[in-house]
Nanobody, 122 residues
Framework: VQLQASGGGLVQAGASLRLSCAATGRTFRNYSMGWFRQAPGKEREFVAAITWSGDATYYADSVKGRFTISRGNAKNTVYLQMNSLKPEDTAVYYC????????????????WGQGTWVTVSS
């Protein structure tokens, strides 16, 4: 069972990045999937989540209007389109999956990917 996140990198403020998270080893088709991030010296925080059907999405206030979460057609992949990036978006981004409805608390998510670094320079 593995969640593989990719797509991070170093960009300038105002740029865009698209993160991907692919699930292997089992199907997460009926799972909620989400993104969290953790900046150096800070706790892991909720970024965005999507229900298994894709009908409902949730965003942290800090990214609302700039980030978009979506699922692939096979439902086993989740994307995070990040536009208008700011230096404060710099963090390791983790994808997560859980059979329940999305929760803002990281402790409520069962499966985690390894993280991908996003660095935004000013």
């Amino acid at each position: 069972v593995q969640l593989q996140a990719s797509g991070g990198g170093l960009v300038q403020a105002g740029a865009s990045l698209r993160l991907s998270c692919a699930a292997t080893g089992r199907t997460f088709r009926n799972y909620s999937m989400g993104w969290f991030r953790q900046a150096p010296g800070k706790e892991r925080e909720f970024v965005a989540a999507i229900t298994w059907s894709g009908d409902a999405t949730y965003y942290a206030d800090s990214v609302k209007g700039r980030f978009t979460i979506s699922r692939g057609n096979a439902k086993n992949t989740v994307y995070l389109q990040m536009n208008s990036l700011k230096p404060e978006d710099t963090a390791v981004y983790y994808c997560a999956a859980d059979p329940d409805l999305p929760n803002l608390s990281s402790s409520r998510w069962d499966y985690w990917g390894q993280g991908t670094w996003v660095t935004v320079s000013s």
